[in-house]
């Protein structure tokens, strides 16, 4: 949470100095006009700039780990689980606050 430092209009909000602003990085890549569709998986998307790892002089010193292990785990799973589908009626559920997670997915193979 910060303060604005000046007046300002940002997507056609009016901010005055002052105000009592925060940056949510559930809101990160959820726009429409910015990401098409941005509920549907889709690896092979050009347009995203994703947050998961952060941005600026914080963004996470683990990230070629974490994407070598996230690379190992779903080649993993892929090779043991190769067809699989989301459970009949089911939709994924999220928790959203300051961040958005998935809370559970039903899958069925
Ligand atoms: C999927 C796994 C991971 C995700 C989603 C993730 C996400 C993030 C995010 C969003 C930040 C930035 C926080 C901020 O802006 O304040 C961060 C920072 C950091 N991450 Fe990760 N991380 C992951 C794995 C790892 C691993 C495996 C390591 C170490 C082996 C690691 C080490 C760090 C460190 C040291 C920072 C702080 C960098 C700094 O403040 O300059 N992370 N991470």
Request: include cysteine; charge should be negative.
């Amino acid at each position: 949470m910060k303060e604005t430092e000046a007046d300002a209009t940002v997507a056609g909000e009016q901010l005055r100095a002052g105000d009592r602003i925060a940056l949510n990085f559930a809101a990160a890549s959820r726009d429409p006009e910015v990401c098409s569709d941005p509920g549907r998986f889709d690896p092979t998307r050009k347009e995203i700039v994703h947050t998961a790892f952060g941005v600026g002089p914080h963004r996470c010193l683990g990230e070629h780990l974490a994407r070598l292990e996230l690379r190992v785990a779903i080649r993993e799973m892929l090779r043991q689980v190769p067809d699989f589908t989301l459970a009949p009626g089911s939709a994924p559920t999220y928790e959203s606050g300051q961040l958005r997670t998935m809370t559970k997915l039903e899958l069925v193979w």
